[in-house]
Every structure is written in structure tokens, then in C-alpha cells.
């Protein structure tokens, strides 16, 4: 008897919303998960992820809208009843029982055989290597043992689903590192469908098959990793992505070009920039210009600069990053640039930088915080 994760074909989320005495807290929630699908919801603090999470889980009533597992209505049963795993930020191990018994517990509540509790907790206990210390208590554990034992207690259920609410946040660089490797194994070694609530990007991207980023409890964006990272639908998914320079500036034209060769000027503080629009973005509005670090290059002596675009300023941070530096650049109107490269200026060096116009975006500056465009269907429900 191996353990295997519970089959369904999808679940779906329609429209599901839930509001705190009249605070939206979670609005119009449109979501399909295929079975085997690793997806992960991504914000800041207090975007939705975390009561979105605990919607599905059963720990919150829905204010609004439906989740249907294969067509069948869960949201309406109660959270022992929808066959779910969770994974809890906090680990809630019961301090008193150990290893073993806390992984058996749940086995324990449904009535299963004995002989098939043992052989089960066993193989749980196995699969996130924790054999050594199965008679341990979790006080006797390293904080990586006992989130190890909090995913051998959820996929010992065979769940049809496993939820997991920031399980990494209390460990340590190394740990973290180690754990999404270990996570990320047992999704595709079990065949789990999972969710996966971070507001760490590069966590996300590393694990997910399909991102959800929130902001103020509405998707700003649905996609696969490289869609996210490479075409953000605004600069609040840009800024989630990577993007670390977003500045506030305007539009100095409209669009111009062919489709996927736009470009638009804008003038960002002392700066007049050349950059790809995304989005409606027309003269004189106001806009937001995102910019990844990476994508800022330190020119030359007689290099030209790309598509005319030049920025001088005086290098005011330097840190040692392995291969390479992470530099804040300050131009003359006070504006802070971050840029990475391979080698180090000296603070205090006057420095000009650089971008290709496809890696300056320019997207509406939105200020209500909504989406700048509808997400398509196909990137809702697939």
C-alpha cells in the first residue's frame, strides 16, 4: 500500500469573494486548478492569499460565490468534510504527541484499521526522511523537521487537495532553499494538486506551475512563471516580478510603431526615457516605468547608449552579492536606481546607465490599484 493523492479532474473557484465587516478582504475570485497542478498565490500582506486559502480550506464561510470540486459544490460542506491537507505557517503540531503520532492523528479521527494507520505513518515518515526520529516529540526538532512532519501529517490523508499557507516563512535561508526542493518532490512524486500561498516571488516562480498575484484582494494577473516574469500585465505584478525600479512619470507621446515594436517617450523626474508601452498609455498621462535591475547596464567610456537611453547619477550604495553587485545609483533630482553588475564601482563614482527600450516598461499608472486589463479567459480557466 503506497500513498497516493485523492483524484479529481478540477476545482473551481467562481467568483468567491469574502468581506470583514464590510472590508473586501477577497473580490471576484475566478479560478480553474487541474488535477496535479502546483499554483501559488502571491502578494503582499493583507492582498487575499491567506483568506483565500482558508475559503477553500473551510475555515472562513464564503461572503460570495461558489467552489465546485468535479462539479460539486464544497463550499457549502465543512472543512473535515471537503477531504482537503493543510499545511499551516505555524506547523500546529501537537506538542504532547510525537512524530508518529502526530502524523497518525488524523488517520486516527477516521476510524482506519490499525495495521494500515502503522503502515501509512511509516511510509509518510519516509517519504520527508524522518525516519531516525519518528518517536521524537516536535520540541526535540528543528524548525525543517517539524514543517517536514506538518507535510508527512497532510499527504498521510491522501488528500485530494493539499493547501499550504507560507509554510516556509519561519526557517532560515538554507532551510527555506532546502524545503522547496523537498516540497516541489513530493508534489510531483505523490502527484498532489496543491496551493501555495507566498509573498516571496522567487519562491513562487521556483515551485509554481501557474502564479495568481493579488493586490487588495483582487487578481491582478493569472500565468504561467515565464508569462509573469516577462510580460506583467501592470506595474503592481512588475513590481512582484522583479521589476524593483518603478518610477512615476509622463507620457510625452502615444504609442508608436508596429505590434510588439511600440514604443512611447516619457519623462521620469530629470530623465526623458524611450520605452515599450503596456497598455493605454497616451500623451500626458500619467504613468509608472518599470525597470529590472539586471536590465540597467553601466556604459563604457564611448560605449553608445541603447535606444538613447542615458542616465547619469553618483553611486551611492555597493554590495557584494558573490558574482556579482548590487548598486543604488542617485541621479541629480534624487532619484534611486538600483542596478546589479559584474563589477563594482566605487561609491561616489559618476556613473551612466543604460536600458534597451523593450526592457523599459511603461504601463498606466493606475492609481485605484485595479488590473489594467481583464485577464483573458484562457488565463482564468484552462
Not at 499551516?88 to 477516521?110: D, I
Not at 484499521?113 to 525516519?131: C, D, F, G, N, Y
Not at 512588475?238 to 515594436?261: C, E, H, K, S, V
Not at 530629470?270 to 547596464?297: F, I, W
Request: glycine share 10%; hydrophobic share 40%.
Amino acid at each position: 500500500m503506497a500513498i497516493t493523492a485523492g483524484k479529481f479532474d478540477s476545482l473551481e473557484l467562481r467568483d468567491v469573494g469574502r468581506s470583514f465587516g464590510g472590508h473586501e478582504a477577497l473580490v471576484g475570485l475566478d479560478l480553474t486548478v487541474r488535477a496535479g497542478e502546483f499554483i501559488a498565490l502571491l502578494g503582499p500582506s493583507g492582498c487575499g492569499k491567506s483568506t483565500a486559502l482558508n475559503c477553500l480550506a473551510g475555515l472562513l464561510p464564503l461572503t460570495h460565490g461558489q467552489i465546485l470540486l468535479d462539479g460539486q459544490r464544497v463550499d457549502t460542506l465543512p472543512s473535515e468534510k471537503r477531504g482537503f491537507g493543510m499545511v499551516f505557517q505555524s506547523y500546529a503540531l501537537f506538542p504532547h504527541l510525537t512524530v508518529e503520532k502526530n502524523v497518525a492523528f488524523g488517520l486516527q479521527m477516521r476510524g482506519l484499521p490499525r495495521a494500515e494507520i502503522t503502515q501509512r505513518v511509516r511510509e509518510a515518515i519516509s517519504l520527508v526522511k524522518l525516519e531516525e526520529h519518528a518517536k521524537k516529540l516536535p520540541g526535540q526538532l528543528s524548525g525543517g523537521q517539524q514543517q517536514r512532519v506538518a507535510i508527512a501529517r497532510a499527504v498521510v490523508l491522501e488528500p485530494s487537495l493539499v493547501l499550504m499557507d507560507e509554510p516556509l516563512s519561519n526557517l532560515d535561508a538554507k532551510l527555506r532553499l532546502d524545503m522547496r526542493t523537498e516540497i516541489r518532490r513530493l508534489h510531483q512524486s505523490l502527484g498532489l494538486t496543491t496551493i501555495y500561498v507566498t509573498h516571496d516571488q522567487e519562491e513562487a516562480l521556483s515551485l509554481a506551475d501557474r502564479l495568481v498575484v493579488l493586490r487588495e484582494g483582487r487578481v491582478q494577473q493569472i500565468g504561467t512563471p515565464d508569462e509573469l516574469y516577462d510580460h506583467p500585465r501592470n506595474w503592481h505584478v512588475a513590481d512582484f516580478m522583479g521589476y524593483r525600479n518603478i518610477l512615476p512619470g509622463t507620457a510625452l507621446d502615444a504609442a508608436n510603431g508596429t505590434a510588439g515594436t511600440e514604443r512611447t517617450r516619457v519623462q521620469v523626474g530629470s530623465m526623458t526615457l524611450t520605452g515599450r508601452p503596456v497598455g493605454d498609455v497616451g500623451g500626458s498621462s500619467e504613468v509608472r516605468v518599470a525597470v529590472r535591475p539586471d536590465d540597467l547596464v553601466v556604459l563604457a567610456d564611448g560605449d553608445a547608449p541603447q535606444d538613447g537611453n542615458a542616465v547619469t547619477g553618483t553611486v551611492a550604495v555597493v554590495e557584494y552579492h558573490g558574482r556579482e553587485f548590487a548598486v543604488v545609483v542617485q541621479t541629480s533630482d534624487g532619484t534611486l536606481l538600483h542596478v546589479r553588475t559584474p563589477s563594482a564601482p566605487e561609491v561616489g563614482d559618476v556613473v551612466t546607465l543604460t536600458a534597451a527600450g523593450e526592457r523599459v516598461l511603461v504601463f498606466p499608472a493606475d492609481l485605484a490599484g485595479r488590473p489594467a486589463a481583464t485577464a483573458p479567459a484562457e488565463a482564468v480557466a484552462v
